[in-house]
């Protein structure tokens, strides 16, 4: 980790900052949503899957639904880890263990409204693998607590 010092009239602090290739803007919003486009896709041609959830009617889930979801948990994702960044002491294992319930939680979705077997596996591997790529990417870019709470040369 590398250090940028913050000189002020009384004292020299070092401020933590990030590591370079630990980009949040990366994990949220390339790796994330692509790798969930190309799964979806893999699911929907190469296995011939029909993915559709009935949530009141029946939902066509497409590649614009996988595109914006994943985007979306990944952002929130990546806000829940700043805010408990910002009021946490342990911001990294806080949001891994919310991350992780939260992603467990988010299966009972597809699990319960897939329509067919091979839709439920098929949603179900999709939000097993945004989570995964999400919990381990955002988490890789989140500074140690020793690193935030000792900034002081």
């Known amino acids: 980790m590398t250090t940028t010092p913050r000189t002020t009239a009384a004292t020299t602090t070092a401020v933590p900052t990030r590591i370079e290739g630990r980009s949040r803007l990366l994990v949220a919003g ?3 949503t692509i790798v969930a486009v190309a799964w979806w896709a893999v699911l929907t041609q190469a296995f011939n899957l029909t993915l559709e959830a009935r949530q009141g009617s029946t939902i066509h889930i497409g590649a614009p639904s996988v595109l914006f979801a994943a985007l979306a948990m990944s952002l929130a994702g990546w806000a829940l880890l700043a805010i408990l960044e910002h009021n946490t002491i342990a911001a990294r294992k806080a949001w891994t263990i919310t991350a992780t319930i ?45 690193a935030r709470c000792n900034p002081t040369i």
């Open 102 to 146: 939260a992603c467990a939680l988010s299966l009972t979705s597809p699990l319960t409204a897939g329509i067919g077997t091979g839709a439920k596996l098929g949603l179900a591997s999709l939000h097993i693998l945004v989570g995964s790529l999400v919990i381990l990417g955002l988490r890789r870019t989140a500074l140690s607590t020793k």
């Open 30 to 32: 390339t790796t994330t």
